[in-house]
């Protein structure tokens, strides 16, 4: 099975580094991952509405140009579904018997993912309705990967 992990901004603090690398050692027994960083665009310190409107459309056609063909999408947003590990479980050993030979989680930058790239997902999932950094996030999602195949191999680390 192949993962990708498209993510918008780059993990500069160690902590995250150090979580997100022990995570994807973890994941090597289930799957490929494979984990794109794309920068984020810049604004200004208190940006438009058209600005923020414009910085996502082009990190959606980055995003875009990173997935691969036959691909389905998980775009992590606000408005997707929360769901337990138990569902997220579920999802993933659905996705396996689909005929898309990726699975691609996307998380974006600090401003989110832009509308239309969310609309062409397969599937949107929410981590929560609070508010985390995107950073932390993706190490929250590796976790939540990692346990899923925990889950449906029968693992002990699912409590």
């Known amino acids: 099975m192949v993962i990708h992990l498209i993510c918008v901004g ?6 995250y580094l150090d979580a997100s690398a022990e995570y994807i050692k973890r994941l090597g027994r289930y799957c490929r991952l494979e984990l794109v960083e794309l920068p984020e665009e810049r604004l200004p310190e208190a940006p438009s509405p058209a600005q923020i409107e414009q910085a ?3 990190e959606a056609d980055a995003i875009r140009g990173r ?18 590990s138990e ?5 993933l050993g659905t996705w396996s018997h689909n005929s898309a030979k990726h699975l691609v989680f ?3 930058g600090s401003f989110g993912l832009h509308p239309s790239l969310k609309a062409e997902a397969w599937a949107r999932l929410s981590m929560s309705p609070m508010t985390f950094p995107h950073h932390l996030a993706r190490v929250m999602l ?8 925990q889950i449906n191999s029968g693992g002990r680390y699912h409590k």
């Not at 997935?67 to 337990?84: F, H, K, N, T, W």
């Not at 569902?87 to 999802?91: G, K, T």
């Not at 590796?142 to 195949?149: G, H, K, V």
């Open 10 to 15: 780059k993990l500069k603090e160690k902590f």
């Open 56 to 58: 996502l459309k082009k």
């Open 67 to 84: 997935i691969p063909p036959a691909s389905s999408v998980i775009a992590l947003c606000i408005e997707g579904q929360m769901r337990s």
């Open 87 to 91: 569902e997220l479980a579920q999802l």
């Open 106 to 108: 996307v998380i974006g």
């Open 142 to 149: 590796l976790e939540q990967i990692y346990r899923a195949f």
